[in-house]
């Protein structure tokens, strides 16, 4: 007789190993923004400011980034019925909702999804918080801020937290508290996660078990890339990396 508590919407909770968890976890960074653009080039010519005056929450995306999402909601629309995520977890910044509400309605469109797919909005999934070296340029943080950038230098990436600001372990600790609500909420479905770089880095830090060492190694995550895992014996397992062969 089957036990009706463990299926949900269609979906039977993964259990295997006694864990409930996704069946299937796709996360997503925002397209391209208007900072990426910005930052690029001043990074290009080692210009001291960009032209931005907003909140780093209030970045919209560039028209590049908006093909992206389109992009991946055609990817979202071709995966099999099974992959295809019926529950959308997204940072409450505005590139990665831009991103999630494009993407989503692309995949409406072309009837994979359901219209009208609610988004679950939650601040565990913003970007990384850099406090007093928000929106500064490298020239700027070599100019201004010397000792930051030498202790940055020394401290590394995975350990070092600017004044006011987060580490990565600091954003993968948000992670980890993200992880355990998505798999009790969401067990037996597929999920997709819209989100920022150092916040999919930390997934594929905390679900992969990598030390600094192999996460200092990886390139970028790259704007509407996709990166996949899947439930099997009692983890989510990788199935594919920062893939990006669906953006045109």
Same mark, same amino acid.
Request: with cysteine.
């Given at each position: ?7 949900? #919407? ?11 968890? *996704? ?12 900072? #990426? ?34 992009? /991946? ?7 099999? *019925? ?11 910044? &505005? ?19 359901? &219209? ?16 007093? =070296?928000?929106? =500064? ?7 201004? $801020? ?11 990436? =995975? ?13 993968? /600790? +948000?992670?980890?508290?993200? %992880?355990?609500?998505? #798999? ?9 996660? &819209? ?7 930390? %997934?594929? $830090?905390? %679900?992969? +078990? ?10 970028? &995550? ?12 009692? +983890? =989510?397992? *990788?199935?594919?990396? #920062?893939?990006?062969? $669906?953006?045109?």
């Amino acid at each position: 007789m089957t036990d009706l508590t463990t299926v949900r #919407n269609g979906h039977r909770a993964q259990t295997d190993g006694g864990r409930r968890l *996704p069946s299937v976890l796709i996360a997503t960074r925002h397209g391209e923004s208007t900072a #990426n653009v910005e930052f690029r080039h001043a990074d290009s010519t080692g210009a001291l400011t960009v032209p931005i005056t907003c909140r780093d929450a209030d970045i919209p995306l560039s028209l590049r980034g908006q093909a992206q999402a389109h992009d /991946l909601g055609r990817w979202w629309a071709a995966l099999p *019925p099974a992959d295809r995520p019926r529950s959308v977890w997204c940072s409450p910044y &505005v590139r990665t909702v831009e991103t999630a509400r494009i993407a989503l309605a692309q995949a409406s469109g072309l009837g994979a999804v359901p &219209v009208g797919l609610p988004v679950r909005y939650d601040e565990r999934l913003r970007d990384r918080e850099l406090g007093v =070296l928000e929106m =500064l340029t490298k020239a700027a943080i070599e100019r201004d $801020h010397p000792a930051e950038a030498e202790r940055r230098r020394r401290m590394g990436e =995975l350990y070092y937290r600017p004044p006011g600001g987060e580490s990565w372990l600091d954003v993968a /600790l +948000r992670v980890r508290g993200l %992880l355990r609500d998505l #798999n009790e909420e969401e067990a037996g479905r597929p999920v997709l996660l &819209v989100a920022h770089d150092c916040t999919v880095l930390m %997934l594929r $830090h905390v %679900l992969d +078990r990598l030390g600094e060492e192999e996460l200092l190694a990886l390139p970028p &995550v790259s704007n509407c890339s996709t990166s996949v895992w899947r439930a099997r014996e009692g +983890r =989510l397992r *990788p199935s594919g990396w #920062n893939q990006t062969s $669906h953006l045109s």
